[in-house]
């Protein structure tokens, strides 16, 4: 593959690549895992993170706003020299830079392809930047021009992770293999310092040109206090430390792997390790930045600590609990509901999220009880059930049962209206105020052995009274239920099940999918016409009731969890690895949608034609208020046009090879056209050029090889140039491919 090259394609940043339309709504302000912080003061700070996440402060952290980086990369390090003038760094080279505190990002060039990891900057002008390979890189023109420094590891395999200056000369950066070097000439030369550790060193921080400190694996600290001459060894914890920080000469905050948070205080004499239930950090949670008294980590979890009572205040507001059901009966009316007995309520198209609580009968409350989905009738009748944790094959764990909650009022009350230990609910549907049918799996006690069947439970007087049916011949679970009315539904389950009923659940036919996966999701938008999703990629449609179920080319491996159709045409689709998939001619081809995160999404429901959300892992909701769609404006001087048909790529997602298809045809005037196929990147820089030559009219196809690449989207360029037309018209059409790994 050749090498990656700058090109001069403003359009990519400009026209062809437009803001994705999906958006964050809760929790706020997002949950892509945070790898960096960086205050310029006590008001002004930015993180960066996992998929080009950047959220920006002005007060301290009391609010965070999303910032757009223009790039999918995973961002790893952030250095501001005040409030208005910063620099990201991080994979394939990658650096950003703003001038205005970052309503606008630039992508610069920084020379290189290696990842960087650390980057400091004394003022606006100076700064460094390290990564693997033993990569420098120096600028003293605020990132305009990059050059590379050389010392010991320069070329070599160790990766260096962290760069600390304290004005434009006096520098240190640490690494692989206690790596330390220091310099005193802003980088002409590079002393190597004995760190006293072969372990590797995750960040450095200096207070000033004589005082700084080492974190790394295994919980390794080193100080000094004579600017690296002498490095003294500290270890208070096991756990690989990832970030340290100076907040004052007298306070530093050490954070790292499992909830890890330490306090350095009177100069590095007292040492105070705090645990996750001091910190209310899950247990299990990495930290990874810290700025100040401002911390960051894994789930966008945001945290600042009060010197004064030394307690911690988290900055990202919100439940975080798994998300897996939401349903919109109007625009700006809807209900999302998780683990932990979450329920959400929005009255306000969800710019607002309230907590809506229930009495759970279960030992220990609702926080035991794992919601699974939702389904409301209107905007005040509702109903919700409650499954396992763990998946939709398995019944709670001891002390809970498997629920079904109502309410009549939009849950200002929910009401517990059916209790079964032996049961876990999947699915819902409310075909009607007073109607609801549930479906899971059952715990059925046969000869003295308990067996698994699945099964459904169903009222018709709002939960006054139930029946509770199962089969005796499945054993595995049902997931998802669709009801157009009273009478007539679908439910689907594991191992391709799906089955029918006319009369209001009396009597059940098994439908023929023709596969095997596990199906997860089902919407019928009128009797006859519905769509199925499961994983591996699984989409099943049918147009006359589940008579014949089609199979579609989702063009994804992903596992699929929701579908909702507004129409027979319009639909779409969400699932793993923060998939969206749309379609606007029933499912004949689908196309991925611009997320901004590649975390699990579980439902999807719109209130109409424009305005939908989806709920995922995290307490995750994305929300759209245009379809989802992101508008593609054209080179001016090129058209797209039935002569030139490229069509999506195969697999997509993908890992690590996929198959692009175009045609050539026979409306092209010329025997033969020049074309060309590109790649690019995010932002706009060519990877590779898959064909660039002359052919003649017909079908063609060409792999494209990822290997060599990071996760992330990319785009892909066919252009023909027809010399026989009117001035050599040039016909183009882009396309987005991702790359998961």
């Given amino acids: 593959m050749k090498g990656i ?29 945070l ?50 003038n910063g620099i990201i760094v991080g994979e394939h080279g990658l650096v950003l830079k703003t001038n205005d505190a970052g309503n606008t990002w630039n992508s610069q060039n920084s020379g290189t392809m290696e990842a960087l990891y650390g980057v400091s900057f004394t003022d606006e002008n100076n700064g460094t930047a390290v990564g693997v390979m033993g990569t420098i890189l120096r600028t003293t023109n605020g990132g305009n021009n990059w050059t590379p420094q050389t010392s ?7 990766a260096l992770f962290s760069v600390s200056f304290t004005d434009s000369e006096h520098g240190t950066f640490v690494g692989s293999d206690g790596i330390v070097q220091h310099t005193i000439d802003g ?85 105070y390790r705090y645990y996750p239930a001091a910190t209310k950090v899950e247990s299990e949670t990495d930290l990874f930045g810290v700025s100040k008294n401002t911390f960051v980590g894994e789930k966008g979890q945001i945290f600042c600590f009060n ?115 032996n049961a876990a609910f999947n699915g819902v549907s409310s075909p009607s105020a007073n109607v609801c049918f549930a479906v899971g799996i059952f715990k059925i006690l046969e000869n003295g052995v308990y067996k698994d069947h699945a099964g459904w439970v169903s009222t018709t007087d709002g939960g006054a009274n139930w029946q509770e049916k199962y089969f005796t011949s499945i054993t595995d679970p049902l997931t998802a239920v669709s009801f157009i009315n009273n009478n007539i539904g679908t439910m689907v389950g594991y191992n391709g099940r799906i089955l029918r009923t006319t009369d209001g659940g009396n009597n059940w036919s098994t439908q023929a999918s023709n596969t095997t996966s596990n199906l997860r999701g089902v919407h019928f938008v ?110 001016k001087n090129s058209i ?24 050539i045809s026979s409306k092209v005037k010329s025997e033969k056209t020049n074309v060309k196929l590109v790649v690019y990147d995010i932002l706009g820089r060519e990877i590779v050029i898959l064909v660039n030559k002359e052919q003649a009219q017909g079908n063609y196809e060409v792999e ?6 990071s996760s992330g989207i990319y785009f892909y360029r066919l252009q023909t140039c027809d010399p026989a037309s009117r001035a050599g018209q040039v016909f183009v059409e882009t396309k987005k491919m991702i790359l998961l790994k």
Avoid at 50 to 74: L, P, R
Avoid at 378 to 407: A, C, K, M, Q, R
């Fill in 5 to 33: 090259r700058e090109v001069s394609l403003i359009l990519f940043l400009s026209s062809q690549f437009c803001q994705a339309q999906w958006f964050w709504q809760h929790p706020n302000p997002q949950v892509n895992s």
């Fill in 35 to 84: 790898q960096a912080v960086c205050f310029s003061d006590s008001n002004n700070g930015t993180a960066v993170g996992y998929y080009g996440t950047i959220i920006h402060t002005i007060d301290g952290g009391k609010n965070w706003s999303v910032q757009e980086s223009g790039t999918f990369e995973i961002l790893r390090d952030v250095s501001f020299s005040d409030a208005k």
């Fill in 152 to 158: 010991s590891v320069s070329g070599t395999f160790c």
């Fill in 187 to 271: 980088g002409i030369t590079w002393k190597a310092q004995s760190s006293g550790t072969t372990k590797t060193l995750s960040a450095v921080s200096f207070l000033d040109e004589n005082n700084g400190i080492a974190v790394g694996s295994g919980g390794t600290t080193i100080m000094t206090n004579n600017a690296g001459e002498t490095w003294i060894l500290k270890q208070v914890t096991e756990n690989s430390l990832r970030g340290v920080s100076f907040s004052s000469n007298n306070n530093i905050l050490i954070v790292g792997e499992n909830a890890t948070v330490v306090r350095v205080t009177n100069n590095g004499a007292d040492w």
């Fill in 307 to 421: 010197e004064i009572d030394s307690s911690w205040v988290a900055q990202r507001n919100g439940p975080i609990s798994k998300l897996r059901g939401v349903c919109f009966t109007r625009p700006e009316i809807g209900t999302a509901i998780g683990h932990n007995g979450t329920i959400l309520r929005t009255t306000d198209g969800g710019s607002n999220w309230t907590i809506q609580t229930f009495t759970s009968p279960n030992s220990g409350g609702s926080i035991n009880d794992h919601l699974k989905a939702v389904s409301f009738y209107n905007e005040y009748n509702g109903f919700i059930v409650s499954g396992s944790s763990s998946g939709d094959g398995s019944i709670p764990y001891y002390g809970t049962d498997g629920l079904v909650l109502n309410t009549t009022n939009g849950g200002t009350n929910w009401h517990v209206k059916y209790s079964n230990s």
């Fill in 526 to 635: 009128d009797e006859n016409t519905g769509t199925i999703v499961g994983d591996y990629g699984t989409i099943l449609r049918t147009t006359n009731a589940g008579i014949l179920w089609n199979p579609q080319i989702s063009g994804s491996n992903n596992d699929l969890n929701g579908v909702h159709f507004i129409d027979i045409n319009h639909g779409r689709i969400v699932g793993a690895n923060g998939i969206i998939q749309t379609t606007s001619d029933g499912g004949v081809t689908w196309e991925i949608q611009s997320t901004c995160t590649v975390e699990d999404l579980f439902a999807i429901s719109f209130g109409d034609e424009n305005c939908g959300n989806i709920v995922g892992d995290y307490g995750l909701i994305l929300r759209t208020n245009n379809g989802g769609i992101t508008s593609i404006i054209n080179d």
């Fill in 640 to 663: 797209i046009s039935q002569n030139l048909f490229l069509y999506q790529n195969y697999p997509n997602p993908f890992n690590p090879t996929t198959t692009i298809k175009y045609q």
């Fill in 704 to 709: 494209f090889d990822g290997r060599e690449l």
